[in-house]
């Protein structure tokens, strides 16, 4: 089983409208946690990394949120736009492991005008 | 602003045929990745290598090969490639093993190969 589960597998908005992603992982302990965006028949780029003891971070329009306790994350995408179409990909980090990330299998969002 | 760079970008193969994908990072960094990623499916790794000189086996190694060339590069080489090989795979680099944890991780563009 998948370490780290991503919700929804899809979803589509319209633009200007604003949407949420979730992850929900079982990784611990971890040091870090990321979202990557992955534009179609790109690699993924990184958009925000949290610590375990941050709650948020922003990159512009698009906002991470951490509840280590829960183990949950979420990326808030406000008043999105055409590209923001991309696969979110969210990304944990075990502590002791370096390397061995576990990648969730991502949210693909679809913006239409 | 090249960052990774991976060749080829498609790739058709029969079953049993063999080819190597290339990765060349310009960042100087000292650790290198490859990952598979298939539908519904997180990325998953490899193989790797955390320095100049070193390679290990990731998640996913059987059918699979690497060579670390020189800091630069890192290939990735299919002896006698199956079905089960269509993926996409990427390369990836990263300051060092550790920060490939705590920091960056910076991938190509992927390399989307077909087996028949």
């Known amino acids: 089983k998948n370490q780290v589960e991503q919700s929804p597998q899809s979803l589509i908005i319209l633009e200007g409208k604003n949407c949420t992603l979730q992850c929900n992982y079982t990784v611990s302990p971890f040091s870090n946690l990321r979202w990557y965006k992955q534009d179609t028949g790109r690699g993924p780029v990184s958009l925000t990394i949290?610590?375990?003891?941050?709650n948020t971070k922003s990159n512009g329009r698009y906002t991470a949120t951490l509840d280590a306790d829960t183990k949950q994350s979420s990326l808030h995408i406000t008043a999105s736009q055409l590209s923001d179409s991309a696969s979110y990909i969210c990304v944990v980090s075990p502590i002791g492991r370096d390397y061995k990330l576990s990648f969730g299998a991502g949210t693909t969002v679809t913006v239409r005008a | 602003n090249a960052g990774v760079t991976q060749t080829p970008k498609f790739q058709v193969l029969k079953t049993g045929q063999s080819m190597t994908l290339q990765c060349a990072q310009d960042m100087n960094h000292n650790s290198m990745y490859w990952y598979r990623q298939d539908p519904g499916m997180g990325l998953r790794l490899i193989y790797y290598s955390a320095s100049e000189g070193t390679t290990d086996k990731g998640e996913v190694p059987n059918g699979y090969n690497v060579s670390r060339l020189n800091k630069r590069e890192f290939s990735l080489r299919l002896e006698s490639a199956a079905p089960s090989q269509t993926s996409v795979y990427f390369c990836a680099s990263s300051q060092s093993r550790r920060t490939a944890n705590t920091g960056e991780l910076f991938f190509g563009e992927g390399s989307r190969l077909t087996v028949l």
């Open positions: 949290m610590t375990f003891s941050e």
